[in-house]
C-alpha cells in the first residue's frame, strides 16, 4: 500500500508563506500525477497543483504565480512552495497520487491556517 507522508502546515498571517512537502513511499515515477488538492470548511475539496510524471504542472487558476510546485525525485517528494497566503487559501491540504490505471492515493491531510 502506498503511503504519502505529508508535512509543513501551520498557522501563517495573510501575505505570508509555508511549503508543503509530500514524501511517496515508492517511486514518484510510478504514478501519472502527484500533488495537492485542498478542502475548506464546507466546501468541496478542489485542485491545487499536481506535477505529472513527465515533468508538466497542471494548477488551478487561483494559485497561478502563487503556490510552485516541485519534485525531489530522488527523495520522492513534492513540494507546495504556498507564498503572498490569504485567509481564503485556509484549508485542509492532501497529497495526492495517482496511477495510469485509475489506482488513487490520499495522503491524511495537513491544515493551513491563513489569519487576517
Known amino acids: 500500500q502506498v503511503q504519502l507522508v505529508e508535512s509543513g502546515g501551520g498557522l501563517v498571517q495573510a501575505g505570508g508563506s509555508l511549503r508543503l512537502s509530500c514524501a511517496a513511499s515508492e517511486s514518484i515515477f510510478s504514478f501519472n500525477h502527484m500533488g495537492w488538492y485542498r478542502q475548506a470548511p464546507g466546501k468541496q475539496r478542489e485542485l491545487v497543483a499536481v506535477?505529472?510524471?513527465?515533468?508538466?504542472?497542471i494548477d488551478a487558476d487561483y494559485v497561478k504565480g502563487r503556490f510552485p510546485l516541485s519534485r525531489d525525485n530522488a527523495k520522492n517528494t513534492v513540494y507546495l512552495q504556498m507564498n503572498s497566503l490569504k485567509p481564503e487559501d485556509t484549508a485542509v491540504y492532501y497529497c495526492?497520487?495517482?496511477?495510469?490505471?485509475?489506482?488513487?492515493?490520499w495522503g491524511k491531510g495537513t491544515l493551513v491556517t491563513v489569519s487576517s
Open positions: 495526492n497520487a495517482k496511477r495510469g490505471n485509475g489506482q488513487e492515493f
Open positions: 506535477i505529472t510524471s513527465g515533468g508538466r504542472i
